[in-house]
């Protein structure tokens, strides 16, 4: 299983932006579609965006227009810029290969980076 490491979160006023990368560990990335999922406390792991390995992208309608999913293909680097945050996006960030449908490829999952966006 490839390993991810995110990063990159953290605290963040309404309408303001950040940045999170998911590095990868082995070149076997270039191949897969890469997801950022987020979950809240109490609830399961939601799929935000999806970037297959032709660089095609998908969002769910509430962050479309907001945020942008990309990737690096020689750097293993998966990133998602967020702008415009809202408090409604605050959660722990997380990244996965994905399968059909967003669902999540591997079943070990990284630490995860926090978002925490403030009124």
């Known amino acids: 299983q490839v390993q991810l490491v995110e990063s990159g979160g953290g605290l963040v006023q309404a309408g303001g932006s950040l940045t999170l990368s998911c590095a990868a560990s082995?070149?076997?990335?270039?191949?897969?579609?890469m997801a950022w999922y987020r979950q809240t406390p109490g609830k399961q792991r939601d799929l935000v965006a999806t970037?297959?390995?032709?660089?095609?992208?998908n969002y769910v309608d509430s962050v479309k227009g907001r945020f942008t999913i990309s990737r690096d293909n020689d750097k293993y680097t998966v990133y998602l810029q967020m702008n415009n945050l809202k408090p409604e996006d605050t959660g722990v960030y997380y990244c996965?290969?994905?399968?059909?449908?967003?669902?999540?490829?591997?079943?070990?999952w990284g630490q995860g980076t926090q978002v925490t966006v403030s009124q």
């Open positions: 996965n290969a994905a399968r059909a449908a967003g669902r999540p490829l591997y079943d070990r």
């Open positions: 082995d070149n076997i990335f270039r191949s897969l579609t």
């Open positions: 970037i297959t390995s032709a660089k095609i992208t």
